[in-house]
């Protein structure tokens, strides 16, 4: 898990912030995001989701990482 409170990282990423004005009861918090990076700080892979439901299974994740493992060299 990362956290960005500052939001360094995630504002270049797209990664949407609500500020709590819209939902009240929800306070601030960015949306999740889910990135895989190599050891050389490429991102392979990427998902930001403002949705519950489009978010990837733990089965999707292993599906993926095996593709990108494949085809990565």
Avoid: C, W
């Amino acid at each position: 898990m990362f956290s960005d409170p500052e939001r360094n990282a995630s504002v270049p990423y797209g990664i949407h912030y609500h500020n709590g004005k819209l939902y009240e009861n929800h306070g601030e918090h960015g949306e999740p995001a889910l990135f895989l990076i190599d050891d050389q700080m490429r991102v392979l892979y990427f998902d930001i989701q403002t949705g519950l439901f489009g978010r990837p299974t733990p089965d999707d994740l292993r599906t993926t990482i095996k593709y990108i493992k494949k085809i990565v060299k």
